[in-house]
């Protein structure tokens, strides 16, 4: 057998998972450099991360517009406001924990090491203590693009533009509470379970004041069903699936039933892709004019748009069936039960449609960026001051900037063109005849 150095040196990669959970990632598991490298990128990663929040936040607090106070701040803003601290608040953590499990593998500690007095549980505390509001930290910038999207194409203001500001910093703050509902399985006492099953009903509240704040923008507004509103309604109801999921997976019994299963898989899928991916696509639509100064073809957008959701549901929604079959998690053999074989293979079909509908965005990008129709500086009307500028916008952003008096600035800016329009033209007497 190999000695342990022999190992180290050929530096395999971490074979203990993306979680890396202690005991597979101890050194006497699993003493390849590979877990050493992993602990260095997660530090390296976090402080470029940590960094890059660091500097989100001190931008939107110290260098708003003139009249932008909290009170009218886009809501994209918030949200990147809020995911920053997440980061601030989260990534320390991680930090920590796998310091000490640097320490535990190399320098004679025992903080995970259950033989020695330490607990392999602390590792999965400290790492979803991160883990679970990494997830809104994805999702978050998703909403804010939701709320900017919605009632630009709406043509109506955003409903109840502080109830969601306040519910983003709502559901911040219960994400960080919430980390132990992803080891319902590990021996905790039920007091602790019921606490954290119950935490996690919770933060459905603020999520579904979001949700229905979006579906009362869309009512009786004259929608535009631009790509980009596509992809943003297409996040609503694929997003609400998703949520609904996590409320059977929040409620502990059947999280044991249901953990480590395709179910689970289903679910994570539902939430980031509905709650990231299709936001991200919305907003690639909605500012790539602004990025670039050339339109997205709409034709193949709406192409990508209708392949990518078609794809998505065939690809994750039976997975749900799957789970519920009792298929595990980080398989690629499994007996033919139930028609698993049928189902995988439903599910393979629609991964092959939902990469076919991104690569015909990626080719829309592409003939854009050459033939793409000039875009102008405000070719949606929106509402936010981005579309004040020129597309793509100058080093400098604005040679001049105009001070804020509402949440939507542009709409203030167009009506005070207009009035100044309006004065300018001349008088036209009513009773005087007309001349060619």
């Known amino acids: 057998m190999a000695s342990s150095s022999t190992r180290r040196s050929s530096s395999p990669p971490p074979e203990c998972g993306w979680t890396c959970y202690s005991p597979l990632s101890d050194d006497t598991y ?40 909290w009170g009218r701040m886009p809501l994209f803003c918030w949200a990147i406001l809020v995911y920053a601290i997440l980061l601030i608040l989260a990534l320390p953590v991680i930090a920590g ?24 549980l602390l590792w999965q505390h400290l790492f979803w ?42 559901i911040a703050f219960l994400g960080l509470l919430v980390w132990a509902h992803h080891m319902f399985s590990t021996p905790s006492p039920t007091i602790v379970l019921v ?36 992809f943003a309604i297409g996040f609503l109801f694929t997003f609400l699936i ?22 689970v898989v289903a679910h994570l899928h539902y939430v980031l892709v509905g709650g990231a991916v299709l936001s991200i696509f919305a907003g690639i639509y909605y500012w790539f004019p602004k990025m670039t100064g050339r339109m997205l073809g709409e034709g193949l957008g709406k192409l990508s748009f209708w392949l990518m959701l078609i794809g998505f549901h065939v690809t994750f929604l039976i997975q749900h069936s799957i789970g519920l079959d009792g298929m595990p998690r980080r398989v690629y053999e499994y007996p033919d039960v139930g028609n698993l074989e049928l189902y995988n293979l439903i ?29 102008g500086p405000d070719p949606w009307k929106g509402n936010t001051l981005e579309w004040y500028t020129t597309s793509p916008p100058p ?39 007309a001349t060619a």
């Open 30 to 69: 699993l003493p390849s450099g590979g877990v050493d490298a992993w602990i260095f990128l997660i530090h390296l990663t976090g402080i470029s991360s940590l960094v890059g929040a660091i500097n989100f936040y001190a931008t939107i607090a110290n260098m708003r517009a003139p009249g932008m106070g």
């Open 97 to 120: 924990a796998v310091t000490l499990l640097l320490t535990d593998r190399h320098f004679g500690t025992h903080f995970y090491d259950a033989s020695q007095g330490g607990s392999p």
């Open 129 to 170: 203590f991160f883990g679970h509001p990494e997830v809104y930290i994805m999702v978050l910038p998703g909403f804010g693009i939701i709320s900017e999207i919605l009632p630009v194409f709406s043509r109506k203001p955003i409903f109840g533009y502080k109830a969601i500001a306040a519910s983003t910093v709502v």
């Open 195 to 230: 606490f954290f099953m119950l935490s996690s009903f919770l933060i459905a509240v603020p999520t579904g004041v979001k949700m229905f704040n979006w579906i009362a923008t869309l009512w009786r507004g004259t929608i535009e069903f631009t790509v980009a509103m596509l």
């Open 242 to 263: 998703g949520g609904i999921t996590g409320i059977f997976l929040a409620i502990f019994p059947v999280d044991w039933q249901l953990t480590d299963t395709y179910f």
């Open 347 to 375: 599910s393979t079909i629609g991964s092959f449609i939902l990469a076919l509908g991104v690569l015909v965005t990626i080719i829309n990008v592409v003939i854009s960026l050459k033939k793409g129709a000039v875009s």
């Open 395 to 433: 080093v400098n952003n604005f040679d001049s900037v105009p001070r804020i008096r509402s949440v939507e600035p542009m709409k203030d800016i167009r009506r005070q063109v207009l009035r100044q329009q309006t004065e300018k033209a001349p008088v036209v007497d009513a009773e005087a005849p």
